[in-house]
């Protein structure tokens, strides 16, 4: 097959082998050249919407990335096949701080930094790495087949987000909702920045651990606390204890003389304290450590900061300013010592935080930040899904959305890096007016000076994507996207952003539209190794998504992917089943061929016949009804984000009723002389393999597209077919009653063939004993059939009968099944080689047992070792039994 690159089908025969490779990439370019993916915005229809969770643009495809974009993929393409208006939004996230590193990174090599060049040109070269390598994971979600409508991808740093942004912080910051405080940040003293979390790196560290005497302010006694950083008792501002500490009861009356200054502290009783540790009394330092500071915020403790950026005591530090702040340790316990407040000094190990850049050992400290005062947005997004406004899927998610939302702290949303949402605060140089605006201000409002100098801060990278769903759709403008796909339809997410994303998408959205940002929320669980294990480089068991397209094809790997998309935390992925789903997609292949084979010059109106079913015969009644079936679980799947649901019944449907059953079963017509049973099964055959493609296709969007293309007739793209709609009149439940009776039947007589090994091409006499009346017409009716189908030379139905010793024979439903074996196999022959069988089975168990019953084995061998042995040792067994059980039955012959 040439690859086409004109906008007809040419029709071919179906290859052998389906070729993903090259079907995939003619394709995609194709729906991308047709632009299939377009959003229409037509009068009178239902609209469906997702925004895509933004990958960082720094972003590599990962499997989660590929489970969250085909479950995406799966409702956009049903949706779009309702004929709804549907929108899939896509785009990428400026990811403040990790493209800042991935840049930083890269001048490093250039040897350079970003101070070196400057804020201006360090945020060109920001862009200019965009433009160069900012696209890789946009590409690899086309690899996939995500049918995003590209036209409409966003950036969270475009000019019309970056509006929306600015929009939002003027709005909020005249409402009163954003407003400057304190907050303890990791400070690193050397690169003059806060750090993020996950920029500390903890080393353990051999550090000490001082003990040092604190007074009772009334000289009745004394406490003893403990740290590993004396110099910050500069800047304790009390003392905490358990209120049920008997040791210290009623010393909060009293107070605390911090030793070398001449302040008193307060003691306050604090829950969170533990008594057991060291003398259960805590020195609180609210402006230099992270424990400490909750604690003030819960008393109201004073702050009081006593180092400077660069790490160096300030004047607050009393006679110790000016010092380093390791300097200032050092003089600080030798203070203490020669006061005799110093009780001891142990070794001790800890970890301690170090700038992941520059491995300075960071100090938190308290700084100014910009916070947007969340709980009356929060209280909105509660009552949202309170009402049932918005749904959480699955459900179990509530409760710790309730309770997050319930304990929720203002949200500190400022950051000290370069790349990201300039903060559009100005302050006068002069008077020190703050002005927050939507355009740039050239003067103080106040004073009238000129002297403005900006924030230099950054937003964090949420603050923009709490925007996505209506900053996206052209907000603050009032566009027609807007008003046709807001609210979103529903988000789809992992559900480890339920709170940094989905909360505040939530808050954000009701907020500025008044309307939820989507009606459903569905949180996918974590992709995990099969045994449960976090995917991770270093374990090496990561299952990279394009690795594995290569190896299987997309639509095998879209397909496991949503057979292992049940609703819960964690999905047990499984590389070997990607290979099974693999083989699925083979199978709907060659299904097709033969198809091909019969129809491929018919005109597709032959399906006509399936308007009129109760003219057509069993088989054919029976395909219609479980077609019918199979819609109506799957649309309902669908409806209810079941995904793994959707695919297993269509898994069983296309290879267990379709491929095992119905293909079979119409062999005699197709091949038969006939012309109307011919064209019946033509029909049929067309009809429901057209269902079966359309029902598949949000799934496995490629096979799908390319076997419809090669069907019968003038075929646009699949893509845009009505999805398959329940169709009442196939409904058929007698004749699935009927052809599950004959299936059992036919299973029946072919597990008794089985279990006596006779040759695949030996015929049979059969014979089928059934009192029931109905069933026995029904049997007789297509004895033909089943004579066919289980290799019979003649079947016998009768009502009453003795099954005679000589035969093989089974129960189905309330059927005898009879088939007599005389004369089809060399009974003593059979009975040698199981005799032989079983010599050799025995021997193997003996040595088996031997060794598990040997102590210095079981003691020194390892436990997988041992646990293989044992796993031998019960196969073994098993199939001693089985070979038993064959013997048994054979002699019953003789
Ligand atoms: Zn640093
Ligand atoms: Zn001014």
């Given at each position: 097959m040439e690859k086409s690159?004109?906008?007809?089908?040419?029709?071919?025969d179906l290859p052998?082998?389906?070729?993903?490779d090259e079907v995939e990439q003619r394709w995609y370019s194709r729906w991308l050249q047709e632009k299939s993916f377009s959003a229409a915005m037509e009068e009178g229809k239902d609209a469906f919407s997702i925004v895509i969770p933004p990958p960082n643009v720094t972003g590599v495809l990962h499997i989660g990335h590929a489970l969250n974009n085909t479950l995406q993929d799966i409702l956009v393409r049903y949706h779009r096949m309702k004929g709804d208006n549907t929108l899939w939004v896509p785009g990428t996230d400026h990811a403040g701080i990790a493209t800042q590193n991935v840049v930083e990174r890269q001048l490093a090599a250039e040897e350079t930094t970003r101070h070196a060049l400057g804020r201006e040109k360090f945020i060109e070269r920001v862009w200019q790495w965009r433009e160069e390598k900012g696209g890789t994971i946009i590409n690899q979600l086309k690899r996939m087949g995500a049918s995003c409508d590209w036209d409409r991808e966003r950036f969270t740093m475009d000019e019309g987000l970056s509006s929306a942004v600015r929009e939002v912080f003027v709005r909020l910051y005249k409402e009163g909702l954003i407003y400057k405080g304190d907050y303890i940040v990791n400070w690193c003293p050397r690169c003059h920045t806060a750090l993020a979390d996950d920029e500390v790196e903890h080393d353990p560290t051999d550090g000490k651990l001082y003990h040092v005497r604190y007074p009772y302010a009334d000289g009745s006694g004394h406490v003893v606390v403990a740290t590993t950083?004396?110099?910050t008792m500069l800047g304790d501002t009390a003392v905490a204890v358990h209120?049920?500490?008997?040791?210290?009861?009623?010393?909060e009356k009293i107070g605390i003389a911090l030793p070398l200054t001449d302040r008193i502290l307060p003691v306050v009783l604090d829950?969170?304290?533990?008594?057991?540790?060291?003398?259960g009394a805590l020195k609180v330092t609210p402006s230099h450590d992270r424990d400490d500071y909750e604690i003030g915020l819960r008393h109201n403790l004073d702050r009081l900061k006593v180092m400077d950026d660069k790490g160096v005591m300030n004047e607050?530090?009393?006679?110790?300013?000016?010092?380093d702040r390791f300097d200032c340790r050092k003089r600080i316990v030798a203070d203490l010592e020669a006061q005799g407040y110093l009780v001891k000094i142990e070794d001790y190990q800890h970890a301690v935080g170090k700038c992941y850049r520059c491995n300075t050992v960071v100090e938190p400290t308290t700084s100014k930040q910009w916070f947007v005062s969340v709980r009356p947005l929060a209280d909105k997004a509660v009552g949202a899904v309170q009402e049932g406004r918005m749904k959480i899927h699955?459900?179990?998610?509530n409760k710790t959305f309730y309770s997050w939302m319930d304990n929720i702290r203002d949200w500190?949303?400022?950051?000290?890096?370069?790349?990201?949402?300039?903060?559009p605060a100005w302050t006068c140089e002069d008077c020190g007016e703050v002005m927050v605006e939507v355009e740039d201000p050239?003067?103080?409002?106040?004073?009238?000076?000129?002297?403005l100098k900006q924030e230099t801060d950054v937003l964090d990278t949420w603050f923009s994507s709490a925007l996505w769903p209506f900053s996206t759709l052209g907000w603050p403008e009032q566009t027609k996207e807007l008003a046709t796909?807001?609210?979103?339809?529903v988000l789809i997410t992992s559900f480890d952003i339920l709170f940094f994303w989905v909360a505040r998408m939530m808050m954000m959205g009701l907020h500025?539209?008044?309307?939820?940002?989507?009606h459903d929320v569905y949180l996918h669980a974590l992709v995990r190794d099969k045994d449960g294990k976090k995917m991770s480089k270093s374990t090496g068991n990561v299952i990279d998504p394009l690795v594995t397209i290569g190896q299987y094809g997309t639509d095998a790997f879209r397909f496991t992917l949503t057979a292992f998309?049940?609703?819960?935390?964690e999905i047990r992925m499984d590389e070997e089943r990607v290979d099974g789903y693999r083989r699925f997609i083979n199978k709907l292949w060659n299904a097709a061929r033969f198809a091909q084979m019969h129809?491929?010059?018919?005109?597709?109106?032959?399906?006509?016949?399936?308007?009129?079913?109760?003219?057509?015969?069993l088989a054919h009644r029976w395909i219609l009804s479980r077609t019918n079936a199979t819609i109506v679980q799957v649309r309902d799947a669908l409806d209810g984000f079941r995904f793994n649901e959707v695919a297993s019944t269509i898994y069983q449907f296309i290879?267990?009723?379709?491929?095992?059953?119905y293909l079979e079963w119409i062999k005699a017509d197709l091949y038969g002389e006939d012309p109307q049973q011919r064209k019946n099964a033509k029909g049929v055959l067309l009809s429901v393999l057209e269902n079966i493609l359309k029902l598949m296709h949000p799934v496995s969007p490629f096979v799908t597209e390319e076997i419809w293309s090669q069907l019968p007739g003038e075929r646009t793209?699949?893509?845009?077919?009505?999805f398959p709609a329940v169709n009442q009149?196939?409904?058929?439940a007698v004749a699935e009653q009927d052809m599950g009776l004959l299936m059992d039947v036919i299973s029946g007589l072919r597990t008794i063939r089985t279990e006596a090994e006779l040759h695949p091409t030996a015929k049979v006499e059969a014979t089928v004993i059934c009192a029931d009346e109905n069933k026995r017409s029904v049997i007789e009716e297509f004895a033909a059939g089943i004579e066919a189908m289980v290799r019979a030379k003649s079947l016998t139905v009768v009502a009453q009968g003795k099954v005679p010793d000589d035969a093989g024979h089974a129960m189905v439903q309330d059927v005898e099944l009879v088939i007599s074996l005389s004369g089809l196999i060399d009974v003593d022959a059979e009975l040698e080689k199981l005799n032989r069988e079983q010599g050799k089975l025995e021997k193997e168990l003996k040595r088996v047992t031997g060794k598990l019953n040997n102590e210095k084995f079981l003691n020194n061998a390892p436990p997988e070792i041992v646990a293989k042995e044992k796993g031998i040792e019960a196969e073994l067994v098993a199939r001693l039994e089985k070979n038993q059980e064959s013997s048994q039955r054979l002699q019953k012959l003789r």
């Amino acid at each position: 097959m040439e690859k086409s690159t004109t906008q007809e089908n040419e029709k071919y025969d179906l290859p052998k082998g389906y070729e993903f490779d090259e079907v995939e990439q003619r394709w995609y370019s194709r729906w991308l050249q047709e632009k299939s993916f377009s959003a229409a915005m037509e009068e009178g229809k239902d609209a469906f919407s997702i925004v895509i969770p933004p990958p960082n643009v720094t972003g590599v495809l990962h499997i989660g990335h590929a489970l969250n974009n085909t479950l995406q993929d799966i409702l956009v393409r049903y949706h779009r096949m309702k004929g709804d208006n549907t929108l899939w939004v896509p785009g990428t996230d400026h990811a403040g701080i990790a493209t800042q590193n991935v840049v930083e990174r890269q001048l490093a090599a250039e040897e350079t930094t970003r101070h070196a060049l400057g804020r201006e040109k360090f945020i060109e070269r920001v862009w200019q790495w965009r433009e160069e390598k900012g696209g890789t994971i946009i590409n690899q979600l086309k690899r996939m087949g995500a049918s995003c409508d590209w036209d409409r991808e966003r950036f969270t740093m475009d000019e019309g987000l970056s509006s929306a942004v600015r929009e939002v912080f003027v709005r909020l910051y005249k409402e009163g909702l954003i407003y400057k405080g304190d907050y303890i940040v990791n400070w690193c003293p050397r690169c003059h920045t806060a750090l993020a979390d996950d920029e500390v790196e903890h080393d353990p560290t051999d550090g000490k651990l001082y003990h040092v005497r604190y007074p009772y302010a009334d000289g009745s006694g004394h406490v003893v606390v403990a740290t590993t950083r004396p110099e910050t008792m500069l800047g304790d501002t009390a003392v905490a204890v358990h209120p049920e500490d008997e040791r210290y009861q009623g010393l909060e009356k009293i107070g605390i003389a911090l030793p070398l200054t001449d302040r008193i502290l307060p003691v306050v009783l604090d829950h969170h304290v533990q008594r057991e540790f060291g003398t259960g009394a805590l020195k609180v330092t609210p402006s230099h450590d992270r424990d400490d500071y909750e604690i003030g915020l819960r008393h109201n403790l004073d702050r009081l900061k006593v180092m400077d950026d660069k790490g160096v005591m300030n004047e607050a530090a009393g006679a110790y300013a000016g010092l380093d702040r390791f300097d200032c340790r050092k003089r600080i316990v030798a203070d203490l010592e020669a006061q005799g407040y110093l009780v001891k000094i142990e070794d001790y190990q800890h970890a301690v935080g170090k700038c992941y850049r520059c491995n300075t050992v960071v100090e938190p400290t308290t700084s100014k930040q910009w916070f947007v005062s969340v709980r009356p947005l929060a209280d909105k997004a509660v009552g949202a899904v309170q009402e049932g406004r918005m749904k959480i899927h699955p459900p179990t998610w509530n409760k710790t959305f309730y309770s997050w939302m319930d304990n929720i702290r203002d949200w500190c949303i400022s950051r000290q890096i370069w790349w990201g949402h300039r903060i559009p605060a100005w302050t006068c140089e002069d008077c020190g007016e703050v002005m927050v605006e939507v355009e740039d201000p050239t003067t103080c409002t106040k004073c009238g000076s000129s002297k403005l100098k900006q924030e230099t801060d950054v937003l964090d990278t949420w603050f923009s994507s709490a925007l996505w769903p209506f900053s996206t759709l052209g907000w603050p403008e009032q566009t027609k996207e807007l008003a046709t796909f807001y609210p979103t339809s529903v988000l789809i997410t992992s559900f480890d952003i339920l709170f940094f994303w989905v909360a505040r998408m939530m808050m954000m959205g009701l907020h500025f539209m008044d309307e939820v940002p989507f009606h459903d929320v569905y949180l996918h669980a974590l992709v995990r190794d099969k045994d449960g294990k976090k995917m991770s480089k270093s374990t090496g068991n990561v299952i990279d998504p394009l690795v594995t397209i290569g190896q299987y094809g997309t639509d095998a790997f879209r397909f496991t992917l949503t057979a292992f998309a049940a609703q819960g935390r964690e999905i047990r992925m499984d590389e070997e089943r990607v290979d099974g789903y693999r083989r699925f997609i083979n199978k709907l292949w060659n299904a097709a061929r033969f198809a091909q084979m019969h129809i491929k010059d018919e005109d597709p109106a032959i399906t006509e016949v399936t308007q009129r079913p109760q003219e057509l015969d069993l088989a054919h009644r029976w395909i219609l009804s479980r077609t019918n079936a199979t819609i109506v679980q799957v649309r309902d799947a669908l409806d209810g984000f079941r995904f793994n649901e959707v695919a297993s019944t269509i898994y069983q449907f296309i290879w267990h009723e379709f491929c095992d059953w119905y293909l079979e079963w119409i062999k005699a017509d197709l091949y038969g002389e006939d012309p109307q049973q011919r064209k019946n099964a033509k029909g049929v055959l067309l009809s429901v393999l057209e269902n079966i493609l359309k029902l598949m296709h949000p799934v496995s969007p490629f096979v799908t597209e390319e076997i419809w293309s090669q069907l019968p007739g003038e075929r646009t793209t699949i893509m845009t077919q009505p999805f398959p709609a329940v169709n009442q009149a196939w409904e058929d439940a007698v004749a699935e009653q009927d052809m599950g009776l004959l299936m059992d039947v036919i299973s029946g007589l072919r597990t008794i063939r089985t279990e006596a090994e006779l040759h695949p091409t030996a015929k049979v006499e059969a014979t089928v004993i059934c009192a029931d009346e109905n069933k026995r017409s029904v049997i007789e009716e297509f004895a033909a059939g089943i004579e066919a189908m289980v290799r019979a030379k003649s079947l016998t139905v009768v009502a009453q009968g003795k099954v005679p010793d000589d035969a093989g024979h089974a129960m189905v439903q309330d059927v005898e099944l009879v088939i007599s074996l005389s004369g089809l196999i060399d009974v003593d022959a059979e009975l040698e080689k199981l005799n032989r069988e079983q010599g050799k089975l025995e021997k193997e168990l003996k040595r088996v047992t031997g060794k598990l019953n040997n102590e210095k084995f079981l003691n020194n061998a390892p436990p997988e070792i041992v646990a293989k042995e044992k796993g031998i040792e019960a196969e073994l067994v098993a199939r001693l039994e089985k070979n038993q059980e064959s013997s048994q039955r054979l002699q019953k012959l003789r």
